[in-house]
């Protein structure tokens, strides 16, 4: 299991998949629950959906496919693109960052976020982040036409250059660990639900446009009508020396749950979760032995807060793994984590009380 999650994880974070254009990521995706044998549902959203036959409540279990990065707003005439942010990129990571663009047949073109020689850079310019509306992306292309000759026009995606490694002690670094992870982590509960013979109905989707709106999942919440819902992304590792007051998730401790989001800038919304579901994650994690960590922030959402809310209401909980960096090009989670999480996970599906009683009356 620990291999095949490995592999998945740093092949799923080598591919660009920007909000909205999820193609190659989806691509994959499908291919792997094509191998186990599962016939994956789509949307017009571009979701992806497997469902897995049972009775009891039926379930949501979803992680997003695609990632933050930029989209090109302009090219100027001598080829530099101007560019606007899709997801909450940090301006302080952009100038020098290698890019790689994406063009409209789907090849990749490296470039890089530029940025003032050093040499040429004034004191007070040195501890200053420049707005993004003042940078510009670098293709090495001298001309308007010629960026365009290459497929990349208004609108093209471009995300930071892909990369992943496995580093000390089974850490894995690199871009879109956020939500790779969450990723290659469903595929290895689908492979092993996939010899299920009872418990609850569980779809397993893989979602879209999270980092854009929070919203690419709801579609597919409002046509399965789920009676409880668990999304899978990260919790924020507060265990380097500048997150230390913040909190007590620890890298490599385990997985875990979020006790609380809130993010107020622009959405006002988060999740509370459903206190059966804490108790069935907490009695779970007990059982099998796993080191359950628990987050209690604002600041972080997932779009698990709209699909609280569909139909009647839906039991929700965010379920997760640590991870430091969150948002830069060199995200970082522990492999150890993603196995406990793959393994709490299964074991709370196949052990959900067929009549859970999730009304609060
Ligand atoms: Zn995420």
């Known amino acids: ?45 571009g979701n992806i959906t497997v469902t897995f036959p049972g009775t009891g409540p039926r379930v949501m279990l979803f992680t997003h496919m695609d990632q933050l990065g930029l989209v090109v707003r302009k090219i100027e005439d001598d080829g530099f693109l101007r560019f606007e942010r899709v997801g909450g990129v940090p301006e302080r990571v952009l100038p020098g960052q290698a890019i790689s663009a994406i063009s409209k047949n789907g090849s990749t073109l490296p470039g890089i976020i530029g940025i003032k020689s050093h040499h040429a850079t004034q004191p007070e310019e040195k501890y200053t982040v420049v707005s993004y509306r003042d940078l510009y992306i670098d293709l090495g292309m001298a001309t308007a036409a010629e960026v365009r000759a290459n497929g990349i026009e208004i609108g093209s995606p471009v995300v930071y250059k892909p990369s992943a490694e496995v580093i000390a002690n089974e850490n894995i670094i ?25 418990g609850p109905e569980v779809n397993i989707v893989f979602s879209v446009q999270e980092e854009f709106n929070l919203r690419g999942a709801l579609p597919v919440a409002q046509k399965i009508k789920p009676e409880i819902a668990i999304q899978i992304d990260l919790l924020l590792a507060s265990d380097t020396p500048d997150m230390k007051d913040f909190g007590e998730i620890k890298l490599g401790k385990g997985p875990g749950i979020s ?19 804490v108790e069935h994650f907490e009695q779970t994690a007990l059982n099998e032995n796993i080191n ?4 209690a922030h604002i600041g972080a959402l997932t779009d698990l807060s709209y699909v609280q809310s569909v139909k009647d209401g839906v039991a929700s909980i965010d379920v997760g793994f640590p991870i430091r960096y969150s948002h830069t090009p ?12 793959t393994k709490l996970l299964v074991s709370a599906l196949n052990s959900l009380p067929k009549n859970i009683n999730l009304i609060r009356d």
């Open 292 to 295: 359950l960590q628990k987050s």
């Open 1 to 45: 299991m620990i291999d095949r999650i490995r592999e998945d994880t740093l092949h799923l974070m080598k591919i660009p998949g920007l909000s909205g254009h999820e193609e190659q990521v989806r691509y994959f995706i499908k291919e792997e629950l094509k191998k186990i044998g599962l016939t994956p549902f789509f949307d017009k959203f």
């Open 259 to 277: 006790m609380f989001s809130f993010h107020g800038r622009g959405t006002l919304n988060g999740v509370i979760p459903h206190p059966v579901l």
């Open 174 to 198: 690199g871009t879109s660990v956020d939500d790779r992870a969450g990723c290659a982590v469903l595929l290895e509960v689908a492979r092993q639900l996939n010899s299920k013979t009872n």
């Open 330 to 341: 060199q995200e970082m989670c522990d492999l150890n984590d993603l196995v406990g999480l």
